[in-house]
């Protein structure tokens, strides 16, 4: 009974912490678009957008991450066969690359924190996808399991970033015609 409810909750704070770190991406894109403008603008919308980051990252998307860390060792733990199990580790490979995207955002968050911008909101667009990726991997592993064809969900996930690319392809069209 325990492991449901840790289960639950490993489940609801995983998605308190993607949608942090989707939105926080989202608002990389603005900042780095903010700083581009002329002031007062550029000053008005960098603040406001840096008190939105800020708070996104430490009250949301930092704790969510903690807590879902947490409560799946928690679940490993009260279920330590599940460590024995292939698809556990190929999930748990594509958890620790979700730490290491986070920690790259975390970077990219100081650095515009004090208005250094390294990258353009077209790179962002697309760094904004890898989370995509690897939620749409981390959830069909552990949701699908055993039944995995490895080949067809390495192909559904290549497919899936092929089809992200040319969405923000597109989008990038549409915006710039209308500029």
Known sequence: MLYTYLKALHIIFMVTWFAGLFYMVRLFIYQIEALEKPEPEKT????????????????????????????????????PALLKQPWMHIKL???????????????????????VAKYSSYFMRIFNEVATL????????????????????????????????LGI????KLRNRKS
């Open 93 to 115: 490979t594509f958890v620790v690359v979700l730490f290491a995207y986070m920690f790259k955002c975390n970077s990219i968050y100081s650095q515009l924190q004090k208005d």
């Open 169 to 172: 392809r597109l989008y990038k």
């Open 44 to 79: 008005i919308l960098g603040n406001q957008l840096k008190l939105m980051a800020r708070r996104l990252w430490n009250i949301i998307t930092v704790p969510g991450s903690i807590l879902t860390l947490t409560f799946g060792l928690w679940m490993l733990i009260e279920n």
């Open 134 to 165: 690897l939620l749409f991997a981390i959830v069909f592993l552990a949701v699908l399991k055993h039944s995995v064809n490895w080949f067809f969900a390495t192909l559904g996930l290549i497919f899936l970033a092929v089809l992200l690319m």
